[in-house]
């Protein structure tokens, strides 16, 4: 039986372009010079930003409950690393989850002044949203990222009960729906 641990535990088909799909879907919003249309198509489309944000935010609390969770195991083989030996651009790297954070603290704003509404922000989002790209930085991209002992973790990021952590992920994939790892927060961030 060959050892090793996997790279991605199955979030891969689940994933969701989180920017091109904002950019494009604020690119439709804009296109109408009538603000009473803008409204009403942001009003189409802001359920679609929320779903797409918290997808995106449960992949990424999945994507540290997944480390923390390798980091439990005895030494091994990371597999399927399509990270490994690549050139690492700390720009690039974090662009994504930049995007998402300003979304986040953007967003309160679109919906006062579309809809009329006020939205508050789930800190504890921000908190993961710090945290993931404090992952990404620490571990360079996973561009050397062999085995899953040379992974970090944030400092801030607790891990009790990590061993658990590989039963709650599959049990969010079966579901194929990655915002079911949003009630999961708590076990990575102080909340």
Same mark, same amino acid.
């Given at each position: 039986m060959t050892k090793g641990l996997e790279f991605d535990p199955g979030f891969a088909? =689940? @994933?969701?372009? +989180?920017?091109g799909t904002v950019e494009y879907l604020y690119m %439709?919003? !804009?296109? =109408? *010079?009538n603000l009473s249309q803008r409204k009403m198509k =942001?009003?189409?489309? #802001?359920k679609k930003f929320l779903e797409l944000f918290n997808n995106n935010l449960g992949f990424y609390i999945g994507c540290l409950m997944?480390?923390? #969770? $390798? *980091?439990t195991q005895p030494e091994q083989e990371i597999l399927n690393n399509h990270c490994l030996n690549q050139e690492y651009d700390e720009e690039a790297n974090i662009s994504d989850t930049e995007f998402m954070i300003k979304f986040l603290e953007l =967003?309160? *704003? %679109?919906?006062k002044y579309f809809l009329g509404e006020n939205y508050k922000i789930d800190k504890t989002d921000l908190e @993961? $949203? !710090? $945290?993931? *790209? %404090? +992952? $990404? @930085? @620490? !571990?360079k991209g996973f561009v050397d990222t062999k085995n899953n002992t040379e992974l970090k973790l944030p400092e801030k990021m607790k891990t009790e009960d990590a061993e658990s952590f590989k039963d709650k992920i599959e049990n969010v994939l079966k579901t194929e729906d990655l915002s079911k790892l949003l009630e999961y927060k708590n076990l990575i961030c102080q909340i």
């Open positions: 088909p =689940f @994933i969701l372009a +989180f920017r %439709d919003i !804009n296109r =109408f *010079k =942001f009003r189409q489309y #802001y997944w480390a923390a #969770y $390798l *980091k =967003f309160p *704003k %679109d919906m @993961i $949203l !710090n $945290l993931y *790209k %404090d +992952f $990404l @930085i @620490i !571990n």
